[in-house]
């Protein structure tokens, strides 16, 4: 047997999918959201379901009919997950995953009477206006507590750390010295202003929750029992899996639009990883780099429209514009950051000579069509009803959802029993509950900012420490958002350098809605930035690699991410805002180079291996396309055709170089 078979088998041996309960332990010790109860008592399991399944039909109802008054609604949202979240998740690793505590049942009762207070005094309530009495302060000050230690169970310490940190600093900041300091609160007017106003816990976030981002994942819910995840790998599989480094491909493609659905990185890491990984080490990708690909590519996701990991909904609320405005603007720069990964996964695979699956071994793409391809249907339908029928978001989706459970049952395959259904409706509640109880943890934090002006102040923070430089401010606000969302889930992670870091961008005159977006993306990259790569590290477990190595590899696959928001920064063309159709082809071009030669850099690779002085030349070329300004791009161009013709003559000499088929070769 030779080196090539004996590599094959090698391999071939590595190929271990993982199996269900695998990949529940990789959740539970990368994602605090998945360490959840399955009770053995088999009544308290129905009856958890069943408030599952109310909690789902009720947004569903509200979707259709209209919510409450604003404050009735989020209060009741607030109280139906935090309820869920207690009777789902123990306190400690330690505690009974079989049976429900007798504190967590105090704790659940205790966030239902929250709501009922506010139904029963509602009224009450609003005439006071900033006058708390005494049961406002105890169920305020309830209320606080339950969602802090909700969200610790639900999404780790990060996060209600955090809200303690800025509660403290309403009640002790006039004693900080410098432009931090402020007048200080007492602990009356600071829960009041948590509790019983639409800038507190209930507010902007809350309200997103409650109405876009659930029924978003219910919508994914419903489609992954439908088998729409199976259908994108296997859609994936068929049109690159044979392909130089397919797997690889089929790994960014499925996670992608995965991501984009459920904007769940880690999860989507571990689900998706768990078929692709295997295969991308099979075909010979190191385990570092099979890993990092899939790490890259989930957290990419929720960049992706048209969903964006319904970030773009809560992204929209905040800047008061139009969902589609997002959208659109949010697409090229997603698809750059893909075209970097591809680009890179390509190199690597002609670096190493690297094949992909045979084309025996894989579905068509008619086949798949055939059996699943009716599954697209639901999203065009989306699109149809988001961008073109002039209805709200919130009944869009919930037609959305319909439509999906009609059109599943065109095939046996896709097609979902009542039963099925129902499971949909209680999944699609359970993952709702880490996003939801985040959003509300994210209350104490913006809702300290705006009274105390803390958000002000760090942006001034930053803009003195970048001084007159844009791009020192620039890279300033980059570090504090990758340091603010470090382990914490995607959309709280914006939510609180929206607050922050984004002030500091508009005071120097750059869009609102650019602002965002830059600061999102450095948001969503915390994930795969070590030392807390919690996406990156996911994935070392699945591919058996060193952790801090697969997420360096992320951070080197995902370096067109780290360039494309200063790109669309010193260039807003990029985000098609403003522009002549002519302008944006010139502008997508030109970014598109940009990337590729980027990645190329990065990988060191394009026709022929790049020596480093030229890799540093290409960097600098690429980075020459980030502004508008037409000289910088004809000097970046020219010195990109002149790397490139120095590796084209050098693959062509290699490659006559080399001896033709049939001749004698001395052995050495």
């Known amino acids: 047997m030779d080196e090539k078979d004996l590599n094959k088998n090698n391999n071939e041996d590595e190929l271990i999918e993982l199996d269900e309960e695998k990949q529940r332990e990789l959740l539970e010790k990368f994602d605090a959201e998945s360490r959840t109860r399955t009770y053995r008592n088999k009544a308290m399991s129905l009856f958890v379901s069943i408030l599952a399944i109310a909690i789902s039909l009720y947004h569903l109802y509200t979707a259709y009919f209209g919510t409450l008054v604003t404050l009735k609604h989020r209060s009741l949202h607030v109280a139906m997950v935090l309820t869920l979240a207690y009777l789902l998740y123990p306190a400690m690793k330690r505690s009974s995953r079989k049976r429900l505590a007798w504190y967590d049942a105090v704790c659940a009762i205790m ?20 006058i708390p009495n005494q049961y406002d302060l105890f169920f305020g000050t309830i209320l606080v507590v339950l969602v802090l230690e909700g969200a610790r169970r639900v999404a780790g310490w990060a996060l209600p750390t955090l809200g303690l940190i800025f509660i403290a600093y309403s009640l002790f900041g006039r004693n900080i010295p410098g432009f931090f300091s402020h007048r200080g609160y007492q602990w009356e007017q600071v829960v009041n202003h948590l509790f019983v106003t639409t800038d507190g816990i209930y507010g902007t976030a809350v309200g997103v929750a409650s109405t876009y981002i659930f029924l978003f994942i219910l919508f994914g819910a419903i489609m992954n029992k439908s088998g729409m995840g199976q259908f994108f790998n296997d859609i994936a599989m068929a049109a ?48 570092d780099f099979s890993g990092a690909v899939e790490a890259s590519a989930s957290v990419g996701g929720q960049l992706l429209p048209p969903i964006m990991g319904a970030a773009a909904f809560i992204m929209a609320e905040v800047l008061g514009v139009q969902y589609r405005v997002i959208v659109m603007a949010a697409i090229l720069p997603a698809l750059l950051y893909y075209l970097g990964i591809m680009v890179q996964v390509q190199m690597r695979a002609s670096k190493l000579g690297l094949e992909g699956v045979p084309k025996e071994e894989l579905p068509t793409v008619k086949e798949v069509m055939m059996e699943r391809g009716h599954l697209l249907l639901p999203l065009l339908f989306l699109i149809y009803m988001l961008f073109f029928s002039g209805r709200t978001i919130i009944f869009s989706a919930f037609l959305t959802i319909l439509v999906t459970i009609l059109i599943s049952t065109l095939r046996p395959a896709t097609r979902m029993t009542v039963k099925e259904i129902f499971q949909a409706l209680d999944s699609g509640a359970r993952s709702v509950v880490p996003v939801a109880v985040a959003c509300a943890a994210v209350g104490p934090i913006v809702g300290v900012a705006s009274i105390t002006g803390f958000g002000l102040s760090m942006a001034y923070a930053i803009v003195s420490l970048g001084g007159t430089s844009l791009m020192f401010t620039l890279i300033f606000t980059m570090l504090t958002c990758i340091i603010l969302g470090m ?40 994930n795969i930035t070590p030392p807390v790569a919690l996406a990156s590290f996911a994935a070392a477990g699945i591919s058996g690699g060193n952790a801090m190595k697969t997420g360096v590899e992320s951070l080197k696959l995902s370096i067109a991410g780290f360039i494309v928001p200063y790109m669309f920064v010193y260039n807003s063309a990029l985000l098609l805002r403003g522009t002549s159709f002519m302008q944006g082809v010139l502008v997508a ?18 026709f022929a291996a790049i020596p480093a002085i030229q890799r540093i030349i290409l960097l600098g070329a690429s980075l020459l396309l980030i502004s508008a300004n037409i000289m910088q791009d004809a000097v970046g161009m020219v010195i990109i055709a002149i790397v490139l013709g120095l590796q084209y003559s050098k693959f062509k000499k290699d490659k006559n170089s080399v001896q033709k088929p049939g001749t004698m070769v001395s052995e050495a």
């Open 240 to 287: 690159a899996g044979h392909t130089k480094g397919g797997p690889a491909k089929v790994a960014v493609i499925a996670s992608g639009f995965l991501g984009s659905i459920n904007g769940a990185a880690i999860a989507n890491v571990v689900t998706t990883g768990a078929f692709t990984i295997p295969l991308m080490k099979r075909t010979g990708y190191s385990k």
């Open 487 to 526: 382990g914490l889930p995607s959309i709280p992670a914006y939510l609180i350098t929206a607050t922050m870091a984004a002030p500091a961008l508009i005071q120097l005159d750059i869009e609102p809605i650019v602002a965002h977006l830059f600061v999102f993306y450095f948001a969503m990259f915390a």
């Open 111 to 130: 966030a239902i009477s929250v709501t009922i207070y506010i139904f029963y005094d509602y009224l009450g309530i609003v005439h006071r206006a900033g």
């Open 589 to 606: 071009v030109t970014a598109i180079i940009g990337v590729t030669m980027l990645a190329s850099a990065a990988e060191g690779y394009f």
